[in-house]
């Protein structure tokens, strides 16, 4: 069985999977048998690469790091290796999180400390993917009462240009392959299904199962265009050697027909029918909650009514009548 079928692998969360997973898929095409990377990571997922890349040795360097031996608190603008320290450096879902004007530094800090790959997977600049993001933004801001972080980072800042970055690599002495990850639209509708069912009590078990479903069935069906993100694989000198390694990926790539924002706003609409029948359900609570409380005040009304006639029925009585004239008659 492959190893990327493994149940702990599948369950992750379906474009994190994306992501290392083609990253993993790569790096076993690049190297030498039963050769094993020491492997630095810039802004690393919880360290989420070590299940995809276990033969490997990973040093995630972050400004967020979650304690592990192999963590380090790092910049990567100013990354404390010495040149060429790691045969593989990798950034995913990293580069669009830094400052525009600050990319450059941390590009060229990636390919200073490599020794032979870079990988840096992220959505790239796409007026599509853009507009994809805002939708999903929205839709979580209205359905579940919250910003996303990450979302609203990649919304505030300008994506990195593709080919600007490419030219960079390239710049450095790097040759470059670049491989789709991820098919816009099938991400849309993953991403509005992925919140959507976080409002429900099992939330968390139904994206377990959605994700393990689309890993295990759709991966390489999102080697396609038009994609969300991209990665780029630059090499020093492995491309060369092995000039075929990627070919089986290559042939993989699909170009498909460009979907339009009209399509994407119909996706929209239809979960956010979720968020009508949501509307509609309070309505109904609070409708039963005021009949409740309207035969709660017809009940009061009814007991003042009785305690009134009670009080009256009193007064009348001979003896109220005798205890007014002799007490409250002095």
Partial sequence: MSKFLAPDLLVSPFDKYQRYRLLSEVLDRLRQPEEKFEILEAGGF?????????????????LFCGGDS???????????????????????????????????????????????????????QYAL??????????????????????????????APDLAQTESELVKAGFDTVILPNGQIERWLLMMLAYYFFEAGPSGM????????????????????????RHLIVASRTRLREKPDALN???ARKRVGVEPDYERFRLW??????????????????????????????????????ELEDFHRKVKDSVLYRAYAKIFKGK
């Avoid at 919880?46 to 972050?62: I, N, P, T």
């Avoid at 994809?132 to 300008?158: P, R, S, T």
């Fill in 129 to 158: 993917a853009r507009e994809a993001e805002q939708m999903v933004f929205d839709f979580i801001q209205e359905w579940l009462g919250y910003e996303h972080k990450f979302l609203k980072e990649h919304l505030q800042l300008a």
């Fill in 46 to 62: 919880h360290g989420l690469s070590r299940k995809f890349l276990d033969c490997d040795l990973v040093v995630v360097a972050d």
């Fill in 248 to 250: 089986d990926l290559i």
């Fill in 268 to 305: 929209l609409e239809l979960f956010k029918t979720g968020e009508l029948s949501r509307a509609k359900a309070k309505i109904l609570d609070l409708e039963s909650e005021l009949k409740d409380k309207d035969q709660a005040l017809e009940h009061l009304r009814a007991y003042v009514l």
């Fill in 205 to 228: 078990e139904v994206r377990k199962e959605l994700s393990r479903f689309y890993n295990q069935h759709y991966f390489w069906e999102d080697l396609a265009e038009p994609a969300y």
């Fill in 70 to 124: 192999l963590d380090l608190l790092g910049n990567a603008e100013v990354l404390p290796f010495p040149d060429r320290s790691f045969p593989v450096v990798m950034a995913t879902d990293f580069l669009e999180h830094v400052q525009p004007e600050r990319r450059a530094a941390a590009l060229s800090e990636l390919a200073r400390t490599s020794s032979e790959l870079v990988l840096i997977s992220a959505p790239f």
